[in-house]
């Protein structure tokens, strides 16, 4: 115990259990509410502040009610930026998405020989990350995801409150309204290029085959093709924090139906293509954040406080015990035994034998 | 009168009070009680006014207005809004869902049940629209959370057998001295946190008492999280170094038994009772807080 660092340790040990002890009971000086939600939205400055912070120091009941209001803080704020991301951007960007149907549906194109029959759907998920990647999406595509976009989402945000401005939950809202709109300009270029297809098909089956130093020349295998149309969903699907705001968010099977959605506390499954919805019973009452459906028999949801739910049959969900109490992020499933499941705060817990053992990697 | 008709009339405007049928005269009562609360006994200039009135949250404060008064269409749309917030909040505060019968009990005062005068007393009448409805109402909801769970620890029994603190008791008789060492620690300890600056302190209790996150606590405190670090890393320096020096001016201890001091902390340092330690240094600073009021 002669090093500084050890007693500086003991110290802190001393501190923390110190420091927690309660002090008596409210006075006549303590804060009201007002003036701790000021407080909280970074609305107190000059005399107010020093005022406010000289008596909080000493208040144990002040400094855990202003604690109290940044935790509950964080669930708002990641509901507001959630909300104000999935409108705003959206405004601002909305010329770009027919630019960028039409440029991806172009160079989609080109670049990919057209095959008699109908592509399965499998491999059509597959293909679109490839021709992205492969084709370059010019400008619009590029505009969409460029700094100041991301900035800019950022900054929404971290807008959403003060007190949050810098927290995890911000950028994941960030990334994820990204990845929504690159999941949008997918979309677009998935019907442009389906109506592409039905238009050209005359023109597809006079022309020479497309050469094959192209990019679907590099496509894999159907079993491959499969497998990274499986880990293409499961991206799209796996960073879903904060979907518990009003607009839900729809997340595919690979194969075919059913697909599935998060509503808030309610998680929901639709077997005519996302027609009708309906209410899946789970039997567990949590706000749900994100789920992943490797097949269309299997589905795992997580949610906050440590909720992970998961059915094998595509029906009845079962109750995965999970560590930690803890709000999660993002799930991404490979199938009934295993998945990774995130953390709001950056934690990856990772199972492969159906959520009895889970590993956690910092 | 410290806001005059026009001004009055564009926040009006602003608030839409007209959707929840609250009269001019209502909201700009309000609105004199907001001035009148925030500024007090201060001096202000007109101009001073209207910037904190612009800056208010008129639109929640007519709703809160309404609210007050009984509105049904604005208790309707209180409720569609605020009530999963405050069921969020509460769920926040306490996983287990235990919160949530206090986030229910709000309503009857929100609404008034109480009368006195023949005027229902809504809670709302404490609302000036400074911070937004939801964070006020996550401040209500957070204050009486905090003051149930203190006053469920008043009542918490005695520690077990098996507890640490009968563990550490049963410690302390056996090793007599290491009992004086966390003593002469938690006393030096005592004096040096009282020597401390107030935002030191906070930021102490923040982080260490409070558990938030640094990112938080230099929020709280209106400094970068890299200021935060490098403060708390100083004043935990400066309370080692003070701790230290007081052991060896004051109790007169070797190095070797400085060490042992410490050592007696790292293990178990007991049950303290820091509160009762800084009563003294609170009950001060908080008379120099009224005084200036």
């Known amino acids: 115990m002669n090093a500084p660092t050890d007693r500086d340790q003991a110290l802190e040990r001393l501190l923390r259990q110190s420091l927690k002890t309660p002090r008596a009971r409210a006075t006549a000086s303590c804060l009201d509410p007002e003036t701790l939600a000021v407080w909280a939205e970074g609305g107190l400055s000059g005399d107010e502040l020093e005022a406010a912070q000289s008596h909080v120091a000493e208040c144990a009941r002040c400094q855990a009610s202003l604690a109290a209001i940044v935790h509950t803080a964080s669930i708002e704020s990641v509901t507001a930026a959630a909300a104000r991301s999935e409108s705003r951007p959206r405004r601002l960007f909305a010329w770009l998405v027919p630019l960028t149907a039409a440029a991806a549906a172009i160079a989609i194109w080109v670049a990919v020989p057209r095959g008699p029959g109908i592509q399965p759907q499998v491999a059509e998920l597959q293909s679109q990350p490839a021709q992205l990647k492969g084709t370059e999406v010019p400008a619009p595509a590029a505009g969409l995801q460029s700094p100041s976009a991301k900035k800019e989402d950022q900054s929404l945000a971290a807008k959403a409150d003060p007190l949050q401005r810098d927290q995890p939950q911000a950028s994941a809202l960030a990334k994820d309204t990204e990845r929504r709109e690159l999941d949008a300009l997918k979309q677009q270029s998935q019907s442009a290029d389906a109506a592409g297809d039905r238009a050209d098909k005359p023109r597809a089956a006079a022309e020479p085959p497309a050469p094959a130093a192209g990019p679907v020349a590099a496509a894999p295998p159907p079993q491959a093709a499969a497998a990274e149309a499986r880990q293409a969903f499961q991206e799209t699907s796996a960073n879903a924090a904060a979907q518990k705001t009003a607009a839900s968010a729809t997340f595919r099977s690979v194969e075919v139906a059913p697909r599935w959605r998060i509503a808030g506390t309610t998680v929901e499954r639709s077997i005519d293509g996302g027609s009708t919805w309906s209410v899946v019973a789970t039997g567990v009452d949590a706000d749900w954040t994100a789920l992943s459906s490797p097949s269309p028999a299997v589905c795992w949801v997580v949610g906050r406080r440590g909720f992970v739910l998961r059915t094998a049959d595509g029906q009845n969900f079962s109750r995965i015990a999970f560590p930690e109490i803890t709000d999660l992020s993002a799930v991404q499933a490979a199938d009934a035994q295993s998945a990774t499941v995130t953390a709001i705060d950056g934690r990856v817990f990772i199972t492969t034998d159906g959520g009895v053992k889970w590993q956690m990697t910092p | ?293």
């Open chain 2, 1 to 293: 009168m410290l806001t005059d008709a026009t001004l009055v009339a564009r926040l009006y405007a602003q608030a839409h009070a007209e959707r929840w049928r609250v009269s001019s005269e209502r909201f700009g009562e309000a609105l004199e009680a907001s001035v009148q609360r925030a500024f007090a006994s201060r001096d202000k200039s007109r101009r001073e006014v209207e910037r904190y009135l612009s800056a208010l949250h008129l639109e929640d404060l007519a709703l809160a207005c309404a609210c007050a008064s009984g509105d049904p269409d604005a208790w309707d749309h209180f409720m569609v809004v605020h009530r999963p917030i405050l069921y969020r909040a509460a769920d926040a505060l306490e996983p287990g869902g235990g919160a949530r019968d206090l986030a229910d009990s709000l309503y009857g005062e929100l609404f008034g049940l109480r009368e006195q005068g023949g005027e229902r007393q809504s809670l709302f009448r404490y609302f000036h629209g400074r911070s937004s409805l939801r964070t006020w109402l996550r401040a209500i909801l957070s204050q009486r959370h905090v003051d149930r769970v203190r006053s469920g620890r008043r009542l918490e029994g005695l520690p077990d057998e098996q507890s640490s603190e009968a563990l550490s008791a049963v410690q302390q008789t056996i090793e007599p001295e290491r009992d004086r060492y966390v003593k002469m620690v938690q006393d030096a300890l005592t004096r040096a946190l009282a020597d401390l600056a107030a935002r030191d302190r906070l930021r102490l209790a923040c982080y260490y008492a409070q558990d938030l996150t640094l990112a938080q606590t230099a929020r709280l405190l209106g400094e970068h999280e890299a200021t935060s670090s490098r403060q708390l890393n100083r004043t935990r320096r400066a309370l080692r170094e003070n701790v230290e020096q007081q052991l060896r001016v004051e109790q007169r201890l070797t190095e070797a038994e400085i060490s042992q001091c410490f050592a007696s902390v790292a293990d178990d340092p007991g049950p303290l009772n820091l509160g009762s330690m800084l009563s003294g240094e609170s009950e001060r600073k908080e008379s120099v807080l009224d005084r200036s009021r």
